[in-house]
């Protein structure tokens, strides 16, 4: 062997192409980001400027149950991801059904909100300017929890199936990074619409 070749081959050994689906789930997220950087500050900006009411501070009630449920299942899919990882199926499928046992009721939380908001205090999307960024930023991000559910329950599925393996975690690891975006981006809508907001 020559020594360019030598060469060649060490420095091809060294270096690899970024992996594909993390790069991808990362794209993904920072454009998301984005999105909802916009929605944030839009909500922000009108913050008080409604004509009429309800404003937030008569009608809004702090989500604790679902905030608990939804941060919590950031902590299950990562020990499902963790679980995958050294070949435990059974267990990855019990920490993965948990996970979105625990999306669904941070997602029924907020249909019961909804449906107060709109029944009992007549906030709707129209109603006012709080309506309007109110209903876009919680429902915009209730939408990528739905979108996120959808996908872990389609691994759920093959998991119970018996068609996840050891091979298939670093799949699950990616996806789980949308998980984790849409559980962080949740902290900066309790924050801004809960807390700063009423």
């Known amino acids: 062997m020559s020594a360019y070749t030598a060469v060649l081959t060490q420095s091809t050994d060294e270096w690899q192409?970024?992996?594909k689906g993390k790069v991808g789930m990362i794209c993904l997220i920072v454009a998301e980001a984005a999105i909802?950087?916009?929605?944030?500050?839009?909500?922000?900006f009108y913050l008080g400027k409604s004509l009429s009411g309800p404003?937030?501070?008569?009608?809004?009630?702090l989500p604790v149950l679902g905030t608990v449920c939804l941060l919590s299942s950031s902590l299950t899919v990562h020990f499902a991801v963790a679980a995958l990882e050294r070949n435990e199926a059974p267990l990855s499928s019990l920490w993965l059904a948990l996970t979105v046992l625990l999306g669904g009721i941070f997602l029924a939380d907020t249909a019961v909100e909804w449906h107060e908001l709109i029944y009992?205090?007549?906030l709707t999307i129209r109603t006012n300017l709080f309506?309007?960024?109110f209903y876009s930023l919680v429902g915009l991000h209730a939408s990528h929890v739905i979108?996120?559910?959808g996908m872990l329950s389609l691994?759920?599925?093959?998991a119970v199936a018996g068609k996840l393996n050891s091979s298939h975690a670093h799949r699950l690891h990616v996806l789980s990074y949308y998980w984790h975006f849409v559980d962080a981006v949740w902290v900066v809508v309790f924050i801004v619409v809960y807390v700063l907001g009423r």
């Open 131 to 133: 309506g309007t960024t």
């Open 155 to 158: 691994v759920l599925l093959f």
């Open 36 to 44: 909802f950087i916009i929605f944030v500050l839009a909500y922000i």
């Open 17 to 19: 192409l970024p992996d």
């Open 55 to 61: 404003t937030p501070a008569e009608v809004l009630k």
């Open 147 to 149: 979108v996120g559910l």
């Open 120 to 122: 009992e205090h007549g």
